[in-house]
């Protein structure tokens, strides 16, 4: 009988010891580590209050089915190329601003037409629906083979100048960073030059005189460190503005199971109005902080208020016809975000 009961004891030993590592192994093995790269200087409120913030979510709803690696200020690519990464399986999930790639985005870009979205949260809202069951999601991200998880269209964008300004006709002449598109057109209709080019760039072309100002919200400006190098900027208009997404890969959303890929869905419309209700919040303090770096901001008086207004609406139905001219929808989908937006 002695060698039984000594055999049942060392099995009953080795099951104790396996017994906490069972536990904790099937989770081990469902997590998944994302590989998030993005071009955003460490800390941008972009990553910290929508993509960290929508992981936290996501794993609050699976059980920690994520975990993350990120990868950001362009480490993996420059800004221009996060939408490859993502297709390409480099990153799992990109920063992807469709005006960067609006060649392969165009529709996209109807988020930031100038004079539209008063608030981040009313254009996020509006865009969200495009997005997600809308024309856009149709159009244009299934075509593309790309799910969009988090997206929040900024503030209006002011100009901000290194020279003194008071009126649009200060405008004339000065080269000024724009995302491109319908931003572009605006500032060139206004007779001012504009230079499209990323927002990690705009920092040292300010340096070395590239540049004389920019289009860019409060927000932007203080991530980028840009305050001390500008003296002047206008203050509640709209210059357009811009749409910031966390993408996938529709191949790579769709190798997730369907509890997570609809936590993700979910924990992403959380954290597009988290970062909107941040950037709404924040406009009168960031104001703030700027003229305290010796910006000082201005308001447009009633007549140019009405030429912005003229070269806005412009700039909207050129980029409808333009579109229109190359077989697809611009002014359905102008008209699906303006309906958004009521």
Known sequence: MTRPITHL???AAALALALPFAAYTPAAQAQTQLRVAD???AGHFFAERGMKFWVEEVRKLTGNAITLQHFPAEQLGKAKDMLQLAMSGVSDMSYVVP???SDKMPLMTVSELPGLAKTSCQG???FLKLAHGGVLEQRELEPNGIVILISTILEPYQIYANKPIGSLADVSGLKLRTAG???AATIKALGGVPVNMAAPDTYDSLSRGTIDGVVFPTT???AYDLPGRLKTGTQDVSFGTVLLTYSMSRKRFQAFPKNVQEAMLAAGKKASLNVCEFLDASGASNR???EAAGVKHFKLSDADQ????EASASARNEWAAQLERRGLPGKAVLEAYLDELK
Do not use: F, N, W
Request: glycine letters at 4%; a positive charge; hydrophobic letters at 40%.
């Open 9 to 11: 004891k060392h099995i």
């Open 39 to 41: 071009s955003l200087p």
């Open 99 to 101: 005006s960067y790639v």
């Open 124 to 126: 996020t809202d509006a």
């Open 181 to 183: 598109g319908a931003q």
């Open 220 to 222: 932007s400006l203080l």
């Open 288 to 290: 703030e902080k700027i």
């Open 306 to 309: 009405k030429k912005l207004a």
